[in-house]
């Protein structure tokens, strides 16, 4: 009998920690956040930011799968001519 009260008195312990855990969880949130607003503000911003930088560095956003395409490639050969120029240097660049 004494091992069964144990037992129950454990449980709710537990469910008890448990639940102040989850409550606490909750409370950890911003004050001034209604829902994902902020970090999709934030997310954004950051877009925004790396749009201006591209805009700066003469480099546009692709807009369609062609031009996606022809930037890869372009990339590639670039990245070729770069590993058979410095070939079999220490230090890369």
């Known amino acids: 009998m004494c091992k069964r009260k144990f037992l129950i008195f454990m449980s709710l312990v537990l469910a008890l920690v448990v639940l102040s855990w ?11 956040s209604n829902g994902n607003g902020n970090q999709q503000n934030l997310l954004k911003d ?11 560095q003469g480099r546009q956003r692709s807009i369609t799968n062609d031009q ?26």
């Open 46 to 56: 950051a877009q925004n930011a790396a749009a201006a930088v591209r805009a700066n």
């Open 68 to 93: 996606r395409w022809e930037a890869a490639i372009r990339n590639a050969d670039r990245r070729a001519a770069d590993i058979r120029k410095n070939h079999g240097k220490k230090g890369g660049k």
């Open 22 to 32: 989850g409550i606490g969880q909750v409370w950890a949130q911003s004050q001034n």
